[in-house]
């Protein structure tokens, strides 16, 4: 059963479910430079809960927390990585679903060889 994330409106309610928030966090991570590839095992080892794509999403109180697990290329700037991965994020996410993003959490789960 799909779980979705609530957010009250004026005229009902908006509810997006939280595979789709995932989807839109993983595209847009994917895209940043360094990234080498999503990492769902170290996301359900290290959370204890099913990662979709790598990633987890929260909600606390009215903002998202989000978490991100990846890999990074070999030679790129970890925290260089990081930060973009957490704007990048940031940005899909308040942008194509209107909830604000309290937190991106990047967890790098080690160094990928290859493109």
Same mark, same amino acid.
């Given at each position: @059963?799909?779980?979705?994330?609530?957010?009250? =409106?004026? #005229? %009902?309610?908006?509810?997006?479910? =939280? /595979?789709?928030?995932?989807?839109?966090v993983?595209?847009?991570?994917?895209d940043? =430079?360094?990234? %080498?590839?999503?990492?769902? +095992?170290?996301?359900?080892?290290?959370?204890? $809960? $099913? &990662?979709?794509?790598? *990633?987890?999403? =929260?909600? *606390?109180? /009215?903002?998202? *927390?989000? /978490?991100?697990?990846? @890999?990074?290329?070999?030679?790129?700037?970890?925290?260089?990585?990081?930060? $973009?991965?957490?704007? &990048? *994020?940031? +940005?899909?996410?308040? %942008? @194509?679903?209107?909830?604000?993003?309290?937190?991106? +959490?990047?967890?790098?789960? %080690?160094?990928?060889? #290859? /493109?």
């Amino acid at each position: @059963m799909a779980e979705y994330v609530t957010r009250a =409106e004026e #005229n %009902g309610a908006i509810h997006i479910a =939280e /595979d789709v928030i995932a989807a839109i966090v993983a595209d847009a991570a994917k895209d940043v =430079e360094g990234v %080498g590839a999503a990492s769902q +095992n170290v996301a359900e080892q290290l959370s204890g $809960k $099913k &990662a979709v794509r790598g *990633v987890r999403v =929260e909600k *606390v109180e /009215d903002a998202l *927390v989000i /978490d991100v697990f990846l @890999m990074a290329r070999y030679g790129s700037s970890i925290p260089e990585v990081a930060r $973009k991965v957490q704007g &990048a *994020v940031a +940005n899909a996410v308040g %942008g @194509m679903t209107g909830f604000p993003v309290k937190t991106v +959490n990047v967890h790098v789960g %080690g160094v990928s060889f #290859n /493109d």
